[in-house]
């Protein structure tokens, strides 16, 4: 019998102050006796759509390494998940800037208390890019979607954006049609791995600067995402290459509506910079008995 015991997994809910809303994501701030299988079981039993797995530390630099998994595989980058964690370090050691050592590089962060206890977390995200989806990767995507050519918004063109993870950008013309959602998972699932994309960010423009967004996630075995920072970033880009950013760089993203998890985005974006900045909060999850992982029979 294998008798490792598993380190503490703590339950963050991301992007808002409520535990019933945002996006959840499991934590452990303590990994290095995990190997690749174990973290990856640990994702699974969790069962959020990823679990932030911290590595390595020097609590002294304040400098940490995170990887994070789906239940499904490893992601080279989770925004949420990054939030949850700041959130978390940033609770037991004193608010400050962190850096944190990713799959996709070295990400940044800074976190702050409010008078009140909350923690808000800000990370800058690896260099973005955007760049055109092809005929081919829209109409499988649309396919998939059960969406209409004419359901899109001709202001913001499809796009695949990088933060940290590829997401295709599809802007809609109407909330009613973001609302609707109703995809085809298998067929999605299996357009995204081909393309190798992480989410797809569908979106709806409501003003210069406030957008609503849904994130479908098959490839995680995960039906939608109800926040997700890593597509935050990417769409900053997007709307940099765009030329479509609002005057100030800065815009809300609300998320996780649809799901009756309501989440809110905070993002600055630059014209000049491809980093961008992502910020929210997080607030532990309440558990009955479920804080700590089972041993491995």
């Known amino acids: 019998m294998n008798t490792q015991t598993y380190p503490e997994i703590l339950r963050y809910a991301a992007f808002t102050t409520d535990p019933s809303g945002g996006n959840p994501a499991g934590v452990v701030l303590d990994a290095t006796a995990l190997d690749d299988a174990a973290m990856l079981k640990t994702a699974a039993e969790v069962g959020y759509?990823?679990?932030?797995?911290?590595?390595?530390?020097d609590h002294a630099a304040?400098?940490?390494?995170?990887?994070?998994?789906?239940?499904l595989a490893e992601v080279a980058f989770c925004g949420h998940a990054t939030v949850a964690t700041a959130v978390a370090l940033?609770?037991?050691?004193?608010?400050?800037?962190?850096?944190?050592?990713?799959?996709?590089g070295e990400i940044p962060l800074d976190t702050s208390a409010a008078p009140g206890g909350s923690v808000t977390a800000t990370l800058t995200s690896v260099p973005t890019r955007s760049r055109?989806?092809?005929?081919?990767e829209l109409h499988a995507s649309l396919a998939a979607l059960r969406w209409l050519p004419e359901d899109l918004d001709p202001a913001l063109p499809p796009h695949v954006a990088f933060?940290?993870?590829?997401?295709?950008v599809l802007a809609v013309t109407s909330r009613e049609r973001l609302a609707a959602l109703d995809y085809d998972f298998d067929a999605?699932?299996?357009v995204m791995r081909r393309h190798g994309w992480t989410t797809l960010q569908l979106v709806r423009r409501e003003?210069?600067?406030?957008?609503h967004a849904r994130d479908p996630f098959p490839i995680g075995g995960v039906v939608e995402d109800p926040a997700t920072g890593a597509a935050a970033a990417a769409f900053g880009g997007y709307l940099r290459t765009l030329g479509a950013l609002p005057p100030s760089g800065a815009f809300t993203i609300h998320q996780g509506e649809d799901l009756g998890r309501p989440s809110l985005l905070r993002v600055q974006a630059s014209t000049t910079d491809p980093h961008v900045?992502?910020?929210?909060?997080?607030?532990?999850?309440?558990t009955a008995g479920a804080s700590t992982g089972e041993e491995a029979a």
């Open 277 to 286: 900045r992502v910020s929210g909060q997080a607030v532990a999850i309440a």
């Open 188 to 190: 999605l699932a299996e």
């Open 163 to 168: 933060g940290g993870n590829e997401h295709l």
């Open 132 to 136: 055109p989806a092809s005929d081919a």
């Open 90 to 104: 940033a609770e037991r050691i004193g608010p400050g800037p962190l850096v944190f050592d990713t799959p996709v």
């Open 49 to 57: 759509s990823e679990t932030a797995f911290v590595t390595a530390a």
């Open 207 to 211: 003003a210069p600067d406030l957008f």
């Open 62 to 71: 304040r400098r940490f390494r995170l990887r994070y998994f789906s239940p």
